[in-house]
């Protein structure tokens, strides 16, 4: 019993692990984030995105930065790109399988790796803040979380709605607003 419920147990970790939003951060520590109340986006922003899918993470960005007190204008304090690419990410667990034994001085082993699971595709989404002013970067973080092409339009929100909540969980930095 108990070896079933450590099994059952090792399994949804597996599966949480497999799907969860991994974001990297980076910021201009001198930047004074009070300062910034206003944003915009990049005319020429090129997403890397489908249509749908901008669309659909420029609406959950707008609803999370407004939910902060930011407010969308046409002359900004701040403008943000976003990039993004998919990219297939090759099996990451091993099963290692040991033999070895000894004779007196003598030792030997042989040694297996097998690759458990297929490759899996995984969306990388940077989001770039940059002073409207002075034309700098003083915000950065980059997502990387499993993708499915093949999901449904509700499910796509809500796998972008995850990312937008993981990057900007820390935004801004150290709660300074």
Same mark, same amino acid.
């Given at each position: 019993?108990?070896?079933?419920?450590?099994?059952?147990?090792?399994?949804?970790?597996?599966?949480?692990?497999?799907?969860?939003?991994?974001?990297?951060?980076?910021?201009?520590?001198?930047?004074?984030? *009070?300062?910034?109340?206003?944003?915009?986006?990049?005319?020429?922003?090129?997403?890397?995105?489908?249509?749908?899918?901008?669309?659909?993470?420029?609406?959950?960005?707008?609803?999370?930065?407004?939910?902060?007190?930011?407010?969308?204008?046409?002359?900004?304090?701040?403008?943000?790109?976003?990039?993004?690419?998919?990219?297939?990410?090759?099996?990451?667990?091993?099963?290692?399988?040991?033999?070895?034994?000894?004779?007196?001085?003598?030792?030997?082993?042989?040694?297996?790796?097998?690759?458990?699971?297929?490759?899996?595709?995984?969306?990388?989404?940077?989001?770039?803040?940059?002073?409207?002013?002075?034309?700098?970067?003083?915000?950065?973080?980059?997502?990387?979380?499993?993708?499915?092409?093949?999901? *449904?339009?509700?499910?796509?929100?809500?796998?972008?709605?995850?990312?937008?909540?993981?990057?900007?969980?820390?935004?801004?930095?150290?709660?300074?607003?």
């Amino acid at each position: 019993m108990a070896l079933r419920y450590l099994l059952f147990v090792g399994w949804m970790a597996l599966i949480v692990s497999c799907s969860a939003v991994r974001v990297n951060y980076d910021y201009d520590p001198a930047t004074n984030f *009070s300062n910034y109340s206003t944003y915009d986006y990049f005319i020429d922003m090129e997403t890397g995105l489908s249509q749908l899918d901008e669309k659909r993470l420029l609406r959950v960005l707008d609803s999370m930065l407004q939910a902060k007190g930011y407010l969308l204008y046409g002359e900004p304090d701040f403008l943000i790109n976003i990039m993004s690419q998919e990219y297939q990410n090759g099996p990451q667990n091993n099963v290692g399988v040991g033999l070895g034994g000894t004779n007196r001085n003598m030792g030997g082993g042989v040694s297996i790796g097998i690759p458990m699971g297929g490759n899996q595709w995984e969306r990388q989404i940077q989001f770039d803040f940059i002073d409207a002013q002075k034309n700098t970067l003083f915000w950065q973080a980059i997502s990387e979380s499993p993708f499915r092409e093949n999901i *449904s339009p509700l499910e796509r929100e809500e796998q972008l709605r995850k990312v937008v909540h993981k990057v900007f969980s820390k935004f801004p930095p150290n709660a300074k607003r």
